[in-house]
């Protein structure tokens, strides 16, 4: 134990005096003592340090050098640095990569494997936290530099008296993320642009469209997938399964806090706080097609509306995507939107009628008709949650390879399952909601968004729309700007990050023998009690402040 105890001696104070440098923290003292203790009693992975008894307590495995002796002293010695204030998940994250980006290749692999058999959590229905993934995924986006950044942020919290518990981390890093921003060179501009156009399209057809050899686009886009940048996953279409989406927007007092009033909606998949214009917040629904249930948001109104909180309910009935990589600058990696001219553009389609020529890029939603049991609304709700590999979904269903694929097959060509390409981390930091309300204003907006890098377009039957457009920093602000010269009638609403609801796949009522959903009714009439119940005590505390005596300053 004499050696055991020299080599953590010596690993510990070197490893203190790089902490010390690289992130500033103060770093507990080399432990007096070193302990092989039962697995059972161990913390971490391998070992883990006692504060109070200054003790080294490791696992005989280490011992053996099954795990590496150095990477649980960095895990240790970085892990103790930390703050009381973060969250022992979030010490353990930072810590165990600290460790793997000091240890070398042999023992950095053999870190790894240990680090990967923690197992998987689910923290909402769409939200899984996996100790590894999440920093082998901010490693591959950010670098080795980005876990300087991630530890000052935690330590300004804690200085600020912010604790942060195991909820609260999850979701900061899964936002976290979308902050970091991956360069695109010209290469992957063209082969990006070309996937987004057409998810379908073989690589053979994107290197035709893009002009490069096809064995250039497949190492291009395996380099994009293994930065997390270019991803390809199915997804379960809401309207194709009877699905419908609605978003509600609210406004009350402005002192309130509106989303409390829709936070136990059953149908409620996310919600969004809205950072300035006459609304507070703007929340999607996903509403199973049943008259119960949409009768359920008309009386959402009455009562919001009797008790003096504005509401807007729009259902998408049509939904398009536009994509442009046309105002990005790859030889500086980063967006150069001209807002000067994107007015002078508006000002053009509006004078020259140029919106009547430009070809609609919303599809209708529709309804499937093929006959659906319980065993393909299962595979469905495995798909939503990003279950999609055969292995997982037959694990999952306990059935044969055959069922599975024959089912599959029937799912993807009624359009079902989708496979679609998604493109994350280049620089669209900033999300802002529009409104147009006339058929004219909207149809003019849509088309001079298809020059912004991306927008959302979400079509009501009258056609009147609520577009959503990523854009890079700053950008909001001068997207505002210009719409508000180009004196369009329509509502820009810039938003915050969004909060997921606690919605999941409603496979349970879905009705096999008349093929169509049923609805919570419980859960609908304990959402509207809470409601009425909250936008009344609302009302209650508008009016007495109204009626509270204003006290004004006295003139000298």
Request: net charge positive.
């Amino acid at each position: 134990m004499t050696d055991i105890y020299s080599r953590v001696s010596k690993l510990w104070l070197d490893c203190s005096k790089m902490i010390t440098q690289r992130f500033g923290l103060e770093v507990s003292p080399i432990p007096k003592s070193v302990k092989v203790i039962n697995a059972h009693n161990i913390e971490r992975i391998g070992g883990n340090y006692n504060a109070f008894g200054k003790e080294l307590k490791i696992h005989p495995d280490t011992l053996q050098e099954t795990i590496p002796l150095a990477g649980v002293v960095y895990r240790e010695c970085l892990f103790n640095a930390f703050p009381p204030e973060l969250c022992s998940e979030a010490k353990r994250d930072l810590a165990s990569e600290f460790a793997r980006q000091m240890l070398k290749r042999p023992d950095r692999i053999k870190w790894v494997q240990e680090w990967q058999t923690i197992p998987t959590q689910r923290v909402r229905t769409n939200l899984q936290y996996n100790s590894y993934n999440l920093m082998n995924w901010i490693y591959a986006l950010g670098g080795s530099s980005e876990l300087d950044s991630i530890v000052h942020e935690f330590v300004c919290m804690a200085r600020y008296g912010k604790s942060l518990d195991f909820d609260e981390y999850v979701e900061y890093m899964n936002l976290r993320t979308q902050n970091i921003v991956v360069e695109l060179g010209q290469a992957d501009v063209k082969i990006v642009d070309a996937l987004l156009k057409d998810p379908t399209a073989t690589y053979r057809q994107v290197a035709e469209v893009s002009r490069l050899s096809e064995s250039w686009v497949c190492t291009r886009i395996n380099r994009l997938k293994r930065k997390y940048v270019l991803m390809n996953f199915a997804t379960a279409p809401f309207s194709r399964i009877g699905i419908r989406t609605f978003y509600v927007l609210l406004a009350g007092p402005s002192w309130s806090d509106p989303s409390k009033l829709v936070t136990h909606c059953p149908f409620l998949y996310d919600v969004q706080s809205i950072l300035n214009g006459p609304w507070q917040i703007i929340a999607r629904l996903a509403v199973p097609d049943n008259i119960e249930n949409t009768r359920s948001l008309d009386q959402m109104s009455s009562i919001l509306n009797s008790n003096g909180i504005a509401v807007d309910v729009a259902e998408t009935y049509s939904v398009g995507i536009s994509n442009s990589f046309y105002h990005y600058n790859p030889k500086i990696c980063r967006w150069e939107i001209p807002w000067v001219a994107m007015r002078g553009w508006g000002h053009r389609i509006r004078k020259e009628s140029l919106d009547q020529l430009v070809e609609r890029i919303d599809v209708p939603a529709k309804t499937s008709d093929v006959y659906l049991d319980s065993l393909d609304m299962s595979i469905l709700a495995l798909i939503q949650k990003g279950i999609t590999s055969t292995r997982a979904l037959r694990n999952e269903l306990s059935i044969g390879q055959t069922n599975l694929s024959t089912r599959m097959k029937k799912l993807r060509s009624d359009g079902l399952i989708r496979s679609i390409w998604n493109v994350l981390n280049i620089g669209l930091v900033e999300r802002v909601a529009i409104r147009a309300t006339d058929r004219k204003s909207a149809d003019i907006l849509d088309t001079w968004s298809r020059e912004l890098p991306r927008a959302f377009l979400r079509y009501e039957e009258n056609r009147n729309l609520l577009m959503m457009t990523d854009l890079p920093a700053g950008g909001s602000t001068r997207l505002m700007d210009t719409l508000r010269s180009l004196r369009w009638p329509v509502t820009v609403s810039p938003l915050s990050s969004g909060i997921w609801g606690h919605w999941k796949y409603p496979e349970s009522m879905w009705n096999v023998e008349r093929q169509g959903w049923q609805s919570p009714t419980d859960e609908i009439n304990t959402w509207l009690n809470q409601l009425r119940e909250e936008s009344e005590n609302l009302a209650v505390e508008t009016s007495s402040s109204s009626r509270s005596p204003h006290v004004s300053r006295r003139r000298r």
